[in-house]
């Protein structure tokens, strides 16, 4: 057990408040949040929002029995500022607010807080998948998700690469493996810009994808795409074969995925020729 990375986790109104106080006490150890169905005081939203090094799982049911919990961990969630924080969102149908979580009266429905375990049995491997993530396989961070990203997302939507570039390169110094952006979502608005025509743009997006992922066999292939639309064969052919010799170590996709990759470098090389 390594002390200096601990994950913390509450269910329901007191248990989230006092998982998020404990994570703000204990900031240089707790590498990770797990938040079931509550809220926090206004210091421990703060702390969330200052706190970007602190990735979180927020879980909450719609038909959770004490609205507005719903509310207020979407609150929640987007207050947060690590772009690995992530949000499982159980759907249902809201029921009629008929009293705060400290009144007696509400029947339980299993949609609140730790009963939620009962309701939902896939929660437990989701939670456990989390904590193995943040705190074993990569402590401190997680998969950067589309909708923490959604304000870096837009930048890049909006054309305004060098700012976002910046970003990142900020980020990495004071965390060399933070993370702003999803791979895909920026291969695929690269793809886009291809498609309009804008291969310039789409260079540009590709390389945001290579420099926040330089291990990925398939954000440099989908540079040497971007870079063949635009004419630049031999960045083009440089790209192609940087995917081919990262693929054996690239454990990022699934075989098909990976067969696909191969087969598409492969392709360009073979156009290109070996010049």
């Known amino acids: 057990m390594n002390g200096d990375v601990v994950g913390v986790g509450g269910a329901g109104a007191e248990g989230v408040d006092d998982a998020v106080q404990a994570a ?3 900031s240089e150890h707790v590498k990770s949040l797990v938040l079931l169905s509550g809220e926090t005081a206004l210091p421990g939203m703060r702390f969330v929002q ?12 719609d038909d959770d029995e004490y609205p507005p919990t719903q509310e207020a961990m979407l609150w929640l969630y987007l ?3 690590n772009p690995g924080s992530r ?8 029921p009629p607010w008929l009293g705060f979580e400290d009144l007696t009266g509400v029947p339980a429905k299993g949609t609140h807080g730790a009963d939620m375990f009962q309701t939902h049995p896939d929660l437990p491997a989701t939670i456990v998948d989390w904590f193995v993530t943040t705190l074993i396989r990569t402590p401190g961070h997680a998969p950067a998700d589309p ?8 930048q890049i939507e909006a054309g305004e690469i060098s700012q976002v570039a910046r970003k990142l390169a900020q980020a990495r110094r004071e965390d060399p493996q933070a993370q702003l952006y999803p791979e895909i979502s920026v291969i695929l608005m690269g793809y886009d810009r291809m498609r309009e025509g804008n291969t310039k743009l789409a260079v ?27 004419g630049q064969k031999d960045l083009a052919r440089e ?8 693929l054996p170590s690239d454990t990022a996709d699934s075989e ?17 020729g070996s010049h």
């Open 79 to 81: 207050s947060s500022t």
């Open 87 to 94: 949000l499982v969102r159980y759907p249902g149908t809201r």
């Open 239 to 246: 790209h192609a074969r940087k995917a081919l010799a990262l």
């Open 204 to 230: 540009e997006t590709m390389q945001l994808a290579v420099t926040a992922y330089p291990e990925s066999a398939d954000a440099h292939d989908s540079l040497s795409d971007a870079y063949l639309a635009d």
């Open 147 to 154: 909708l923490s990203c959604a304000p870096v997302l837009r």
């Open 50 to 61: 200052q706190a970007p090094q602190l990735p979180g799982l927020f879980v909450v049911a």
């Open 24 to 26: 703000r006490r204990h």
């Open 256 to 272: 098909v995925r990976r067969a696909e990759i191969r087969e598409s470098a492969e392709g360009k090389l073979q156009q290109l």
